[in-house]
Nanobody, 128 residues
Framework: QVQLVESGGGLVQAGGSLRLSCAASGLTFGRHAMGWFRQAPGKEREFVAA????????YYADSVKGRFTISRANAKNTVYLQMNSLKPEDTAVYFCAADLRVWRIYNGSPGLADFGSWGQGTQVTVSS
């Protein structure tokens, strides 16, 4: 059974930084693409960033490009999201997700349907 556990959320002022972590278990981590999504109150869950199984390829939503960085440590079964220059509109619950298919490379940005396992989410609140 795949388990994804996010951590690192919190309250930060606009312009600040946070680093989210997602610890994975129950899968051969180094074979799977991983992603981060977010959901703000009253809005649909949206793609934020993803990283290929080897970390060679990364994908970002336009809204976070240049501010957020996704990375992974396969030896630690962990994926990270470094968030800099945070804005109030980044406020949301952030979810880690695993693509349960192996060796996946995406054409364009992946979507919700590409990911078969999800964490419980961690709250990020950016104050103005």
């Amino acid at each position: 059974q795949v388990q994804l556990v996010e951590s690192g959320g919190g309250l930060v002022q606009a312009g600040g930084s946070l680093r989210l972590s997602c610890a994975a278990s129950g899968l051969t981590f180094g074979r799977h693409a991983m992603g981060w999504f977010r959901q703000a109150p009253g809005k649909e869950r949206e793609f934020v960033a993803a990283i290929s199984w080897s970390a060679a390829i990364t994908y970002y939503a336009d809204s976070v490009k240049g501010r957020f960085t996704i990375s992974r440590a396969n030896a630690k079964n962990t994926v990270y999201l470094q968030m800099n220059s945070l804005k109030p509109e980044d406020t949301a619950v952030y979810f880690c997700a695993a693509d349960l298919r192996v060796w996946r490379i995406y054409n364009g940005s992946p979507g919700l349907a590409d990911f078969g396992s999800w964490g419980q989410g961690t709250q990020v609140t950016v104050s103005s």
